[in-house]
T-cell receptor, first 114, second 114 residues
């Protein structure tokens, strides 16, 4: 049973380009969470999704950021018109449905905006 | 507004001694708490958790203590080993809200000296 898979591991984008980060949850998991870790900081919650639904996006910046978790395929975190301040490690976590209180994290995508 | 605080950014402990990592929270609705360990360039890995109905949970060398009245939890590692050197994050969740999102502290970097 493969763990949470994130790709790419490293992504370099020029200012103004789009970044797409992918997350495949663990098999059988239907809850996905995205977190961002800025240098020397902790993990900040961004968004919580279930299949085809955004449950809580209270941590998402109001502009340029969007997330989806379609019925088929991975969850996507999309950042449009990236700026230098978007450079960070982005982690995805997944958990099973009801009753499961532990989330498993992927290895993260390190985004560098140049 | 930092709802989960880890006030010690770093801690050094001699091998074989006890490591105590502390965490404070402000939201009285939090009812589930977790500790994650993170090595550089990897995702956080789950270590141990505790529900608010308990005040102690033990798993091998790791014990988590919860003091609800003080809104404080701590992770004890005994005996500490060099392989325990990592960044430790505490996280809290309001499971009653049904969103299952975790709020993380900023982490404590533990260094176990051989």
């Amino acid at each position: 049973n493969a763990g949470v898979m994130q790709n790419p591991r490293h992504l370099v984008r020029r200012r103004g380009q789009e970044a797409r980060l992918r997350c495949s949850p663990m098999k059988g998991h239907s809850h996905v969470y995205w977190y961002r870790q800025l240098p020397e900081e902790g993990l900040k919650f961004m968004v919580y999704l279930q299949k085809e639904n955004i449950i809580d996006e209270s941590g998402m910046p109001k502009e340029r950021f969007s997330a989806e978790f379609p019925k088929e395929g991975p969850s996507i975190l999309r950042i449009q018109q990236v700026v230098r301040g978007d450079s960070a490690a982005y982690f995805c976590a997944s958990s099973a449905s009801t009753g499961d209180t532990e989330a498993f994290f992927g290895q993260g995508t390190r985004l560098t905006v140049v | 507004d930092q709802q989960v605080k880890q006030n010690s950014p770093s801690l050094s402990v001699q091998e074989g001694r006890i490591s105590i990592l502390n965490c404070d929270y402000t939201n009285s609705m939090f009812d589930y708490f977790l500790w994650y360990k993170k090595y550089p360039a990897e995702g956080p890995t789950f270590l141990i958790s505790i529900s608010s109905i308990k005040d102690k949970n033990e798993d091998g060398r790791f014990t988590v203590f919860l003091n609800k009245s003080a809104k404080h939890l701590s992770l004890h590692i005994v005996p500490s080993q060099p392989g325990d050197s990592a960044v430790y994050f505490c996280a809290a969740s309001d499971m009653g809200s049904g969103t299952y999102k975790y709020i993380f502290g900023t982490g404590t970097r533990l260094k176990v000296l051989a």
